[in-house]
């Protein structure tokens, strides 16, 4: 028996040495392993000029846009445009039908010749003193009432011409030959494209940084290149509302492809900034307690390779792929621009620029 137990006893003693060489093994084994770099791109932060804008999103207005109309009932005997036509101001654009009103002024003409003789022969009478110088003045009256008479029949049918106010483009007819219209029926709509005004709204905030004369940029979905205008007026009243302010802007539009009724977008130009740290979008971990950035260093201890330190930053305006960051990061500083959502602070990386995010201040996806 107590051999046996001395046997038992020595079994478990050599196990449970065994075991305990293995932990140690493995305890240092993990001592000196180390986690494989994780792969990132860089960009190296510079100071750069950056042109601050006030950024809004605008309706665009015609200067000069009215619907045409008539403001005299008649039937439509001629039609002188097409529609989508650019006219000039004073063209014919359509002619009510003015055969009674014709009629009415050569009825007014002769009666103005009648009263003309008339008057010319009791000038005559009342030199001579055979008619009283009340004759006279009737004569003188009824002449005037019928001059009066034809300039009010040629008014009623200059009215029955309509012709446009002032240069621009029709949009589409909204009458047809013969065509009985009512006062005030549309005829065409006609708007002025060249310039063009642009409202939009801005936070109260911002009044200060607004006048008369700063730079306007626009841009509209869909339509290549850019629209320089400026301001030209700002509202005398803040919503009270919104807490926003209206301004309006004219915009250069030589080629007609802006259009009243589009939206577009708007930057206020302002003063450049100079040294102004700008990095990708990608580089940013946005998190609810702070956003932060992963910034390249070399490894600590002296140790070989690269590791990252975590900066909390303070971001600024956004423009393209691009935004600016307040505090947090320093003029020189290498920042993570993808591959952040794999690492830890501390953590080991090997910088990989082979292939690097979109880092422009206009893109232009193609997806779009």
Known sequence: MIVMLVVVFSCIAGIGYAKKVMVMKAIEAHKNFAMPPVAVTTLVVKGQKWQPVLSAVGSLRAVNGVTVSTDLAGIVSEINFESGAAVKKGASLIQLDTQQEEAQLHAAEAKLEWTKVDMDRKRDLVAKKTISPSDWDSAQSEYRQ??????????????????????????????????????????????????????????????????????????????????????????????????????????????????????????????????????????????????????????ADGKPGLEVEQHVVKLGPARGDQVSVLSGIQDGDEVVTSGGFKLCPHAAVQVNNAVTPDNSLTPKPNDT
């Open 146 to 299: 019928a001059v009066a008479n034809v300039d009010t029949a040629k008014a009623v049918i200059a009215r029955k011409h309509i012709v446009a106010p002032f240069d621009g483009y029709l949009g589409i007819r909204q009458v047809n030959l013969g065509q009985y219209l009512n006062p005030g029926a549309s005829i065409v709509p006609l708007q002025s494209l060249d310039p063009i005004y642009v409202e939009f709204n801005l936070p109260q905030q911002d009044l200060g940084q607004l006048a008369v004369g700063k730079k306007l940029r626009l841009r509209a979905a869909d339509i290549e290149g850019e629209f320089e205008g400026e301001i030209n007026a700002i509202d005398s009243r803040v919503d009270d509302a919104t807490r926003n302010v209206m301004v309006q802007g004219t915009a250069r539009n030589p080629d007609h492809k802006l259009r009243p009724g589009m939206y577009v977008n708007v930057d206020v130009l302002l003063p450049e900034k100079d040294s102004v740290l700008a990095i990708p979008v990608s580089s940013v971990n946005y998190a609810p307690y702070g956003d932060s950035v992963y910034v390249v260093k070399p490894a």
